[in-house]
């Protein structure tokens, strides 16, 4: 099971756990946080979120101060990138997946305290996509 937080178009989220997402599908479900055993999933659109961020805990930490600073001597094991959300958002990273005309892409945040491990993008949910 994976530990996610999905983040939807319209500023809401949900955290939880799933273990069938796929980018090459139009939904997904997540046992939200605090469910029991047993409970049905909830049934999520890609097509409404903005990110789906796979994360390293659901409760994340309060005091970490999120940077867009690559460490200097961070892997280049992909391209740096930089993601502006519709909602002004701004992410960079690293991708090995990127490619305009695609509905997503996975990127791994700069910043290596990031609670986040890495996000898959929902391309329509952003402004811009740059190379850095």
């Known amino acids: ?10 500023g809401t989220s949900m955290k939880g756990q799933t273990n ?21 999933p909830v049934e999520v659109r890609v097509s409404e979120l903005k990110g789906i961020y796979f994360v390293r805990n659901l409760f994340g930490d309060p005091d970490h101060h999120k940077t867009n600073d690559f460490p200097p001597f961070s892997p280049n094991s992909g391209r740096r990138v930089e993601v502006v959300f519709k909602d002004d958002e701004v992410m ?4 090995q997946g990127y490619q305009p005309g695609r509905p997503g892409f996975f990127l791994v945040p700069a910043d290596p ?10 391309a329509a949910a952003t402004r811009s996509i740059g190379y850095i």
């Open 1 to 10: 099971m994976n530990q996610v937080v999905a983040r939807f178009l319209d």
């Open 20 to 40: 069938d997402f796929l980018p090459t599908k139009d939904t997904f479900h997540l046992a939200p946080f605090g469910s029991k055993p047993g409970d049905k």
């Open 113 to 122: 305290l990031s609670n986040n491990e890495r996000c898959y993008v929902v």
């Open 92 to 95: 960079d990273g690293i991708t």
